[in-house]
């Protein structure tokens, strides 16, 4: 079965350190990969997406993502954290040929202080 | 473009009441896709169209959830009879054709059935 896995609940960091959001997937083929990013009452926002090429993709609110292919993973990533990153954080999946996105089930990244 | 829009955002009925959640999408953008999100299960996809069409609504738990698109611009989901488990958030999201580009949410219905 096509899933998506984000094997953290919570991720806690302090402000100004590096902050890490792991994702994995297991898809047949070579997946778009994407993560959003969803703030309290809010929709979701997408943030970035590997479609191919570069395996560093770099996205919205200095947010960047490694695709490695023979982990199967998407970890998203950011230098410096800030307070204002915490939210829910979403890493999806859409196998090639397919029009449905495979979402995980969310990290919370808090930042503190 | 004001983005993908959502009404009402919050809505409070009363079990076996009919909802009626509604959603405009991007212009341009051909697909269109529904989702539940509660603590519980997270994000489901109920139900998405391609060019107006229902193409899969194998996520739409019971006969109570239809959809419709009657055209590009405009859709539907509704429940009836409403019961306090349908309770959660409503999103709706779309896209352009070319599946490598990104989906966009709207800011969601949050649904209270009581």
């Known amino acids: 079965a096509q899933s998506v896995a984000q094997p953290e609940d919570q991720v806690n960091v302090a402000e100004g350190n590096p902050l890490t959001v792991k994702c994995t997937y297991s898809?047949?083929?070579?997946?778009?990969l994407f993560w959003y990013v969803q703030y309290p009452n809010r929709g979701l926002q997408f943030l970035l997406k590997?479609?191919?090429?570069?395996?560093l993709v770099k996205g919205s609110y200095g947010f960047e993502a490694e695709f490695n292919k023979s982990q199967t993973s998407f970890h998203l990533k950011k230098p410096s954290a800030l307070v204002s990153d915490s939210a829910l954080y979403f890493c999806?999946?859409?196998?090639?040929?397919?029009?449905?996105?495979?979402f995980g089930a969310g990290t919370r990244l808090a930042v503190h202080p | 473009d004001a983005g993908v829009i959502q009404s009402p955002r919050h809505e409070v009925t009363e079990m076996g009441q009919e909802v009626t959640l509604r959603c405009k999408p991007i212009?341009?953008?051909?697909?269109l896709f529904w989702y539940r999100q509660t603590m519980m299960r997270g994000l489901e996809l109920l139900i998405y169209?391609?060019?107006?069409?229902?193409?899969?609504d194998s996520g739409m738990p019971e006969d109570r959830f239809s959809a419709k698109m009657p055209n590009a611009s405009f859709s539907t989901l509704k429940i009836q009879p409403s019961e306090p488990r349908d309770s959660a958030v409503y999103f709706c999201?779309?896209?352009?054709?070319?599946?490598?580009?990104?989906?966009?949410f709207g800011q969601g219905t949050r649904l209270t059935v009581v």
């Open positions: 999806a999946v859409r196998p090639q040929g397919y029009n449905k996105l495979i």
């Open positions: 169209f391609n060019n107006n069409v229902p193409i899969d």
């Open positions: 898809v047949s083929g070579n997946p778009y």
């Open positions: 212009s341009g953008h051909n697909s």
């Open positions: 590997y479609i191919t090429g570069d395996n």
């Open positions: 999201a779309s896209r352009l054709p070319q599946l490598n580009t990104e989906a966009f």
